[in-house]
Nanobody, 122 residues
Framework: QVQLEESGGGSVQAGGSLRLSCVASGISFRINAMGWYRQAPGKQRELVAGISTGGTTNYTDSVKGRFTISRDNAKKTGYLEMNSLKPEDTAVYYC????????????????WGQGTQVTVSS
């Protein structure tokens, strides 16, 4: 059974930092690309950052320079380091694993975690 478990969310003030983790089990982590998504109340889920199996990363414009995605295949864990947080970063953050070829395709592909809440106050 595939499980992705996110952790590291919380409440911080604007300008603060958080580090999200996503631990995978029941799936071959190293052969899957990983994405971090977020969904704010009343908004559609959006891809925040993605990292391919080869380590190539991409970010949505609003987080470039502030967020860093990484992965540790040996630990079957992915990370999202979030710095200089803004109130508009408030959302539930989800990790997702899917094939490389689908990393930047819209759609409910692959496996999802249960989400972790990030709240940034001004």
């Amino acid at each position: 059974q595939v499980q992705l478990e996110e952790s590291g969310g919380g409440s911080v003030q604007a300008g603060g930092s958080l580090r999200l983790s996503c631990v995978a089990s029941g799936i071959s982590f190293r052969i899957n690309a990983m994405g971090w998504y977020r969904q704010a109340p009343g908004k559609q889920r959006e891809l925040v950052a993605g990292i391919s199996t080869g380590g190539t990363t991409n970010y949505t414009d609003s987080v470039k320079g502030r967020f860093t995605i990484s992965r540790d295949n040996a630990k079957k864990t992915g990370y999202l380091e979030m710095n200089s947080l803004k109130p508009e970063d408030t959302a539930v953050y989800y990790c997702n694993l899917r094939p490389n070829t689908l990393l930047y395709q819209s759609g409910d592909f692959g496996s999802w975690g249960q989400g972790t809440q990030v709240t940034v106050s001004s």
